[in-house]
């Protein structure tokens, strides 16, 4: 039987279940489960990631933890009771866990690798908090760790902030919102601005002396120089090196490693500097021999210096070397260090040796117990601490020293009856009062341990040595009296003994007779003279002698004054236990006289400070034990010391002792009467403030207050405890009067001068200390009654001195935070004046930061919830006395400009979100009866009316993003859920008041600008959260957006007739807000849409008004850039916004407005569609063609759908600039066209406009057409660019503007030189197919033609494409896809090169126009595309493939011609024709033919550097005829079976026999050229040709021409002789040839392009089979290459035009005849001669040959099948004769029919001549400079035929004029 469980609720996952059983739950490891029931061994319950699943599971798999619950029963709640750190810890590493893996994904290794090993990390650390044996510090020493790897986490991963107390995460329900945002501040603060350490330390570690000759070991000393004040500022730091410059003790790091420790800020600047002296211990000079002598001296080495500015930077300087140099002269020596430092260069110079330093430095910031715990590894392995000289910046109390410095300065001293000056040594030693050396008590430095004697180091021959040796004399305090120093001094010889010679001795005592030590300072002591062997063992005789030059002043000791010899040292003590002042040992010894008790009280006031506080203590005792022995006479004075003493605490160098002082009050006071004279003395200074002319003792009796208070208390209450209580109330009426006398004080207004109003301020600073003091004797509300009379009697003028108005409020400041005031009783007798004086000073605005403090304080100590009756009177009066000013100031705050300073604008935010948080505190306090009180107390509507307008405009403000740092969404949450309370009261108000006939729209329209802008928060969009976080969010708060929701709809309903007045202002926000994917904000939202169309329909008939606010909006909507991945989300969910809520649709049908309602749904959604493209690819880094093409989709969407003019230029502009990013030139130039086509070449004014000034229409269009004439230049367009200039020339003529005129005609002619001076690559043309639903809207389902970019060829686009869908598949097939493909959910892309046909034939046609006039309308202007597929229809026959080999031809028409404001534009329509075996024959010959022809006059006109091309050509043919290739033809189709089946192919079979003729002639006449042209080395090929080409005639049954052919006389221009011959029918017509455009010779490298498309293999497998040979060949490519490279311009004879009757319609396409005739012709062409071929006789013979095989890569055309392909043709088509219908279909006829009926595309050039070709300007026309002879002459019948239809036509179309073009107008 399953049983409620009651204590088993909560347990974690230990093993995972797969759930097989009946009702089982299957849970993973580590889930958490919450159980509910139980029965043998089962529990049944659910996992708390998914608590709607519910189900039973084994017991043995759940380890149960504690946990509380909350409402037990149904709707119970399980907390678990473990450590909330624990809890923390693991909610977070779940989320991070799943974020983890999104960085591997995403790449971020440097992230990725972090956030494990921090991962780890704090897995150990919940270990160790788990196990729970950690002690309480360790404890917390561990969660602060926990708490910062958390904190660090969750910022890199952009989670929110937590806030913490005490490292555990708190609810912001429990706390007030004031303190919510305190530790939320400093936690962002902590993560923002470290803070300043205020102390340094510097860690030296001594690596080597690099040097080439040491051989001695030497003392290095580093110390801290301030060259500012030229002394040094630290103790020294010494270490000793071997011979070989290592220290000398490497196993012990504290002898080579230190820390100078405790350097202030002030202490790092650039001219503190880091100096190092060396000493060598050895010979007296460097370089002497070694002798005899064994005694070794310490001599000058050399110095280093470094300034610490260098090591500012933070960053450790590992292996620094420093120069070491040395003085010229020793005696310079002392200062060295400082000569290096002002770079006096002539005083020094580099070491010898050339010595370097290597050392290591780091500069460590933070207090000396922060740097051991940061740095534990330099501790550890040990370092020695070198102090600063003296008392650091801070005394600590019980910080023992007694440090004597002695510096060793110099000596004067005399010959000692030597030639030369002596080597003086100084010996130190420390002597006892039995005069014993004392031991270990000279320290050298930090470096080395204490030692027992003291040797200076030795200058040679100086007889006035300079030492400046300082050293520390670490002497205990026992040992000092009585002891002396003596200081021995002795020549050292450099002679071979090498011994030291004693001739004097100083001597100075440590402490003086009156028990003063020996002064700070310099003195200078007597060298007294003495033996080479006196014994100085007993002391006591020379004790007696005058140690100092300063003491024989008194004396008459002629015989000691009269030497000369002196000896100078420098003394400095750092005690904290002896003194040198004899004021202080006078005041300490009172008692003994009595006499001097006034002198001394009147001393201590010029006693140095820190003498004082050594002695505090003992200091105090003598006062109070004076003021005991006579109150009367020393009170006063005794009052006036103890102030000077608590004033010297207020000192930051000594702050550290007021604990001292309070222990001394509570343990060692014993003064039980000093509390009468205390406050008799502090009431007489009180009463004489407001007469005293100088105030400044009375204010330093007032700044001592807190403490006076704190001896009167105590000194009280030690009196009742004597006592028993007696002269209670005597003590209360002095207390009581003392107060009167501050508040009469207080009440005075200063007249004039401002010494009162400084008092009164100094008393306020220190008042608020002596509450606590006041509660120890007195009852809370007596002293609240007391505070608040004291506090009340401050003067209420705001306009006196703004400094103490500051004061007054940090007076209250401190006493909101005082003891007192978190008492209730007290709170509320204090919390009118508080209050009254905060609303001073925010109506003044002053004082904002601190009126921050405080009210944050007060609203801290008023918890959520508190339902006490105290509280809600408290908030009653808070409410009455501040919300409208607090409104009023964060209104303000937040309208002012933001400072500049980073450090103001901190403050600015902390000022702002304080107000913020207190106005947030305050509300939420606030009940229902508060909220009514509220809204009653407004006597007006107009009050009111202002009041809600207040109140919505600061929670506008409130919701800013920028209100709160991101990361704080627990802060937002709090805010809007009190926002969104507040509002729900407030709406009820607004019901009520503001409606029907008192309708304001004003107020209404704040309420629902506020509600759209408080659900479209960032922070309450719950889909982006993570599940976890939505789900404590939803738990605590629910969804707030559809709270809010209701409540719009709700006020919505209740407008009526006023909802006019919001249509159609309010419909983009309330589309913002259906744009958010909840269903049920949806459902509330929606309704009101076909509520607004319904009163807009009634009010104007239709609502044009609602559907133009709903297209702009959308547009805004994601301009704003709106678009993140989600947002896609929030978008898709529109498109179907009228979709999933049918009741829309439904409404609208069944209104009367239905259809004009569906259409607007339609358009919005079509729109919609495009924007959200639009917005996709935006998102994208690069400009590709996808943002390209959506942009022109949306650009047309808005002039043909919309007719939305500024969209329409928005987008044209924004297309302009995508181009221009991606170097599209030419199309940044269409797309600018667009726009200047909507202008006219008018005066008009047009306003300022995107990046345009304000400026006339006509200065708009000049500067656009000089943009694009610009951009057309830059896109090598040159031929548009000219059409451009020409337009504005015109204008400049008309305006007599010549100078622009002339500027424009230069550029014009500029543009002329450039077309024929520079080469134009010829881009490609792919065709591309998007097929699936997964494409964008634009490109779904559809096909494009893409011109190419320059060198791209098929393989690299096909590469870009699918670099720009990298979810596509590439279709391997030509074939137009099925269905499937259609409706399939993926991207596939079908891809193959296309063909251009050029629309305009005429420029083409002509003979003589330079290619690079050519090139241009070869690919420009193209409309239509072509694509030519071979397949096998029937059997295919082994022995000859031809027989079945068809080819499909697709011809691709355009939306719009390429190149326009796109790289790409849709195709239209496809046109399929299926060519006939025979007809592709035809064609393959007709192209060969026509490349042959061309290549011979090339080598005619010498237009060709060398023959290989022709030599190929002809080559590849006639191997290819001889060895089977045209008889393929004649086994397919000159057989008898084909003739037969086949009879409407006569015509067809005749053109081919005469295509195969005239190529027999053609090659006869190219043989014979190629004769005359053929270099020495190649004619045994070209034998070799002429044996073939006899060959390839027999087998084409010719044997001579004259047997089919009459002769005719002709002239040979190359000498040949003449023959007649006859005229075959159109054996060599010019019907034969066809017209090729040929490409740029920079096109044609990439032949192999010419196969069909990489993707399709198949159909390029198929091509291969059948031509027998394989394009990729290298051979093949090679000869392509080289033939392609040579081909160029010469005169070729051209197909009838008549013979193509669809043609006929459209005589302006074709350019005037190119027959013989001289009409048809060029004026250039009148000289020009024709050729005959050599004079070789034919003979018929029959047709048919039997060549067995295909070979040769250039065979008779057959071979070049495979590029046939996609072979480009002209305009015209296969000349047709009647019967030919199959082709008719195929042909151009149409075309400009169709043309003429489609709308012409506004951004085209050529706008105006579409349907004929563009006219040539007359210079465009240049002759061709050597004239071209003719290819042979067709026989008389055909040509008579040509010369009259050239004739004909001749005369029909007159040689055109250049027409200045008008660009179209919008």
């Not at 667009?1234 to 006339?1256: A, G, I, K, N, V």
């Not at 064609?1483 to 061309?1494: A, Y």
Request: overall charge neutral.
């Amino acid at each position: 039987m399953w049983i409620p469980t009651e204590h088993e609720k909560y347990g974690v996952v230990i093993a995972s279940f797969r759930g097989t059983v009946p009702y089982g739950l299957s849970l993973e490891i580590g889930d958490t489960v919450q159980i509910l029931e139980k029965c043998d061994g089962w529990y049944r319950g659910f996992a708390l990631k998914n608590p709607n699943i519910k189900g039973i599971f084994p017991s043995s798999y759940i380890h149960l933890k504690n946990a509380c619950v909350k409402n037990k029963g149904q709707f119970e709640m399980v907390i678990p009771t473990e450590d909330s750190v624990i809890t923390e810890m693991t909610s977070t590493l779940r989320d991070w866990g799943t974020m983890w893996k999104q960085l591997y994904v995403r790449n971020e290794g440097d992230l990725f690798h972090r956030l494990w090993h921090i991962m780890n990390e704090i897995l150990d650390l919940r270990r160790q908090v788990l196990v729970g044996h950690l002690t309480h510090d360790r404890m917390k020493d561990v969660k602060r760790h926990i708490t910062a790897r958390l904190d660090w986490g969750n910022e890199q991963l952009g989670l929110d902030l937590v806030p913490r107390k005490e490292y555990a995460m708190v609810d912001p329900e429990d706390i007030s919102i004031t303190e919510l945002y305190r530790l939320m501040e400093h936690r962002h603060r902590k993560k923002d601005t470290p803070v300043q350490a205020s102390s340094h330390h510097l860690f030296v570690q001594m690596k080597s002396l690099m040097c080439s000759n040491l051989g001695e070991e030497l003392e290095v000393i580093f110390s801290l120089f301030d060259s500012k004040e030229n002394r040094p500022i630290s103790e020294r730091f010494f270490l000793r090196l071997n011979r070989n410059g290592l220290p000398k003790s490497p196993e012990k790091p504290e002898r080579h490693c230190s820390l100078f420790v405790d350097l202030g800020s002030s202490e790092l600047r650039k001219d503190i500097y880091i100096t190092v002296h060396i000493i060598r211990i050895g010979r007296m000079g460097a370089g002497e021999k070694k002798n005899a002598c064994s005694v070794q001296y310490r001599r000058p080495f050399g110095c280093a210096v470094l300034s610490i500015a260098d090591l500012l930077t933070g960053e450790t300087k590992d292996d620094l070397i420093l120069k070491v140099y040395m003085c010229n002269t020793e005696s310079e020596w002392y200062q060295i260090h400082e000569n290096i430092i002002k770079k006096l260069n002539a005083r020094y110079n580099l070491t010898g040796s050339n010595a370097g330093l290597a050392v290591s430095l780091q500069l460590l910031h933070g207090d000396i117990e922060q740097i051991r715990r940061e740095y534990s590894s330099v501790f550890t392995h040990g370092v020695s601490i070198t102090r600063k000289l003296g008392f650091s910046n801070i005394i600590m109390p019980g910080e023992m020293r007694n440090d004597l410095y002695i510096t060793i300065e110099r000596g004067e001293f005399e010959k000692g009856g030597k030639s030369v000056a002596r080597n003086v040594e100084v010996t130190m030693y420390i002597i006892d009062s039995n005069g014993q050396n004392l031991k270990d008590f000279i320290s050298f430095g930090s470096g080395e341990p204490p030692a027992n004697e003291f040797h200076s180091f030795v200058l040679y021959h100086n007889n006035s040595p300079r030492w400046s040796e300082l050293l520390k004399l670490p002497i205990p305090v026992d040992k000092f009296r009585g002891s002396h120093i003596r200081f021995e001094f002795r020549h050292c010889s450099t002679k071979e003994k090498g011994e030291k010679k004693l001739f004097g001795f100083s001597f100075v005592p440590l402490m003086q007779e009156d028990g003063r030590t020996l002064p700070d300072g310099t003195h200078e002591l007597i060298v007294h003279k003495c033996e080479e062997n006196t014994n100085l063992q007993d002391s006591s005789r020379y004790l007696r002698l005058p140690f100092s030059k300063a003491s024989l002043l008194g004396t008459n000791n002629q015989a000691i004054k009269a030497t000369k010899e002196s000896f100078w040292i420098t003394s400095f003590l750092c005690s904290t236990k002896l003194t040198q002042n004899g004021d202080m040992l006078d005041l300490l010894k009172w008692r003994t006289h009595p006499d001097k008790i006034t002198g001394c009280l009147s001393k201590i006031k010029e006693i140095d400070g820190s003498e004082i506080v050594k002695f505090l203590q003992d200091t105090l005792d003598t006062l109070f034990g004076i003021l005991d022995e006579n109150s009367q006479k020393y009170g006063s004075k005794v009052f006036d010391s103890l102030v000077h003493i608590i004033n010297l605490l207020q000192d930051s160098k000594f702050h550290h002792f007021k604990p001292v002082m309070d222990t001394y009050i509570e343990s060692h006071f014993a003064g039980a009467l000093a509390y009468r004279d205390l406050i008799k003395v502090l009431k007489w200074y009180v009463d004489r403030i407001t007469e005293a002319e100088r105030q400044e003792h009375i204010q330093e009796v007032l700044k001592a207050q807190e403490y006076i208070f704190k001896y009167i208390v105590q000194s009280r209450r030690l009196f009742s405890l004597a006592t028993g209580g007696q002269n209670e109330e005597e003590f209360r009426c002095c207390i009581q009067e003392l107060l009167m006398s501050v508040r009469f004080f207080l009440s005075q207004e200063s007249k004039g001068s401002g010494a009162l109003s400084q008092s009164q301020a100094v008393f306020l600073s220190s008042f608020p200390a002596v509450y606590s003091e006041l509660l120890k004797l007195f009852d809370v509300r007596e002293v609240a009654n007391l505070v608040h009379d004291t506090l009340g009697s401050l003067p209420t003028i705001m306009h006196v001195d703004d400094s103490l108005q500051a004061v007054k409020l940090q007076c209250i400041g401190k006493t909101v935070e005082s003891q007192l005031y978190t008492n209730p009783d007290s709170r509320y007798i204090l919390l009118p004046v508080v209050l009254h004086h905060l609303h001073m000073h925010l109506q003044e605005q002053k004082d904002l930061i601190m009126c921050a403090r405080i009210l944050s304080n007060i609203f801290c100590l008023i918890k959520k919830n508190s339902s006490e009756k105290s509280v809600l009177e408290e908030i009653d009066v808070i409410v009455t006395s501040l919300l409208d000013i607090l409104l009023r100031t964060i209104l303000e705050i937040t309208s002012r400009p933001q400072p500049s300073g980073s450090a103001m604008r901190l403050q600015f935010q902390d000022v702002t979100g304080e107000f913020v948080a207190c106005l947030l505190s305050l509300l939420r306090q606030m009940t229902d009866r508060h909220y009514q009180q509220l809204l009653d107390g407004f006597s007006t509507k107009e009050e009111l009316r202002d009041f809600l307008l207040q109140i919505f405009t600061v929670f506008r403000i409130l919701i800013r993003p920028e209100m709160f740092p991101k990361d704080w969404t627990v802060m937002r949450l709090v805010a809007n859920n009190v926002i969104i309370t507040t509002v729900l009261y407030l709406s009820d108000a607004l019901r009520k008041n503001f409606l029907n006939e008192n309708f304001d729209y004003k107020i209404w329209d704040s309420y629902f600008y506020l509600a759209v802008i408080f659900i479209n928060q960032l922070c309450l969009q719950l889909e982006m959260f993570t599940p976890s976080k939505k789900k404590k969010v939803l738990e605590k708060y629910g969804d707030m957006r559809v709270t809010m929701g209701c409540e719009i709809f709700s006020m919505w309903q209740n407008l009526g007739e006023h909802k006019l007045h919001f249509i159609p202002a309010l419909i983009g926000p309330f589309l913002e807000v259906t744009l958010i994917p909840q269903p049920d904000l949806r459902n509330v939202m929606i309704p009101i849409f076909h509520d607004m169309m319904d009163w807009e329909q009634r009010r104007s008939g239709n609502f044009k008004q609602v559907e133009a606010k709903l297209i702009d909006k959308l547009d805004s909507l994601m301009s704003e850039g709106k678009g993140d991945e989600t947002y896609r989300e929030l978008f898709n969910s529109i498109i179907p916004l009228f979709g999933p809520y049918p009741s829309l649709l439904k409404k609208i049908e069944r209104e009367t407005w239905r259809e004009s309602g569906v259409s607007l749904i339609a358009t919005v959604t079509r729109l919609m569609e495009r924007l959200l493209d639009y917005r996709d690819c935006m998102k994208m880094g690069e400009v590709d063609g996808k943002k390209i093409g959506c942009t022109v989709s949306l650009l047309n969407f808005y002039k043909t759908e919309l007719n939305k003019e500024e969209m329409y230029i928005r987008y044209i502009h924004k297309l302009y600039d995508l181009h221009l990013k991606a170097q599209n030139f030419t199309e940044a130039a269409y797309t600018l066209l667009l726009y200047d086509e909507l202008l006219e070449w008018s005066d008009r004014p047009l306003r300022e406009f995107l990046t345009y000034p304000m400026q006339t229409e006509w200065q708009r269009k000049e500067y656009l057409h000089l943009t694009i004439i610009q951009n057309f230049d830059r896109g090598k367009c040159w031929e548009n660019g000219i059409i451009l200039c020409r337009k504005i020339a015109e204008q400049y003529e008309s305006y007599y503007d010549y100078r622009n005129l002339s500027k424009m005609r230069m550029m014009e002619a500029s543009l002329y030189d450039k077309i024929m001076d520079q080469q134009r690559l010829e881009p490609e043309f792919f065709r591309v197919g998007f097929y699936g639903k997964k494409f964008p809207f634009f490109l779904r389902n559809k096909e494009f033609v893409c011109r190419g970019h320059d060198y791209e060829r098929l393989e690299a686009f096909q590469q870009r494409m699918l670099n720009e869908f990298p979810h596509a598949i590439a279709m391997q097939h030509a074939n137009q896809p099925d269905e499937t493909i259609f409706q399939a959910e993926a991207q596939y892309l079908q891809i193959y090169a296309v063909t251009p046909i050029p629309e305009s034939q005429e420029v083409l046609q002509r003979e003589g126009i330079p290619d690079n006039i050519k090139s241009f309308y070869k690919v420009n202007h193209i409309w239509r595309f072509r694509y030519d597929r071979p397949f096998h229809k029937g059997t295919k026959d082994k022995e000859n493939e031809f027989k079945s080999l068809w080819v499909e031809r697709t011809s691709l028409i355009l939306v719009q011609s390429l190149p326009g404001i796109s790289r790409w534009f849709e195709v239209e329509k496809r046109e399929v024709v299926e060519m006939s075996p025979l007809e592709n024959a035809i064609e393959v010959l007709e192209n060969k033919n026509q490349q042959l022809k061309t290549l011979i006059s090339q080598c005619q006109t010498r237009q060709m550097q060398n023959i290989n091309p022709l030599t190929m050509c002809l080559n590849g043919v006639i191997d290819a005829a001889v060895n089977g290739g045209v008889s393929r033809y004649q086994e397919a189709f000159f057989v008898k079976e084909y003739i037969l089946n086949h009879p409407e192919d006569g015509e067809k079979i005749t053109r081919l026999r005469e295509l195969m003729l005239e190529q027999a002639q053609i090659l006869e006449f190219g043989l014979a050229v190629h004769e005359k042209f053929v270099p020495q080395d190649m004619r045994p090929l070209h034998k070799k040709l002429v044996d073939q080409f006899f060959v390839m005639k027999s087998s084409l049954g010719i044997q001579e021409f004259s047997a089919c052919i009459q002769a005719s006389p002709v002239h040979f221009p190359n000498g040949s002789p003449r023959v007649c011959r006859n005229s075959a029918p159109a054996s060599m017509s010019p019907d034969g040839a066809r017209v090729i455009p040929r490409r740029s010779p920079l096109s044609y490298p990439a032949v192999n392009r010419y196969s069909s498309s990489s993707l399709s293999s198949q159909a390029s497998a198929e091509v291969s089979n059948i031509t027998g040979q394989s394009e990729s060949s290298d051979e093949v490519f090679n000869m392509q290459r080289m033939l392609f490279n040579h081909i160029g311009d010469g005169p070729l004879p051209r197909s009838d035009p008549n013979l193509s009757a669809p043609d006929k319609a459209s005589p302006a396409r074709h350019g005037t005849s190119v027959s013989p005739s001289p009409a048809g012709r060029s004026p250039m062409k009148g000289s020009m001669q024709s050729f005959t071929p050599s004079p070789v006789e034919y003979h018929s013979s029959g047709l048919i040959s039997n060549s067995p095989v295909l070979s040769g890569s250039y065979s008779s055309g057959i071979s070049s099948l495979s590029r046939c392909s996609t072979s480009e043709t002209s305009g015209f088509e296969n000349p047709v004769n009647e019967q030919t219908v199959s082709l008719s279909t195929y042909s151009v006829p149409e075309e400009p029919v169709r043309k003429e009926s489609k709308t012409p595309p506004p951004y085209s050039v050529y706008e105006r001549t579409l349907r004929r070709p563009a006219p040539l300007p007359h210079s465009l026309s240049i002759p061709v400079t050597s004239e071209p002879p003719a290819l042979p002459p067709k026989p008389l019948l055909a040509r008579s035929t040509n010369l009259e239809n050239g004739s004909r036509r001749t005369e029909q179309v007159p040689r055109p004029r250049p027409l200045p073009r008008k660009v179209s107008q919008l």
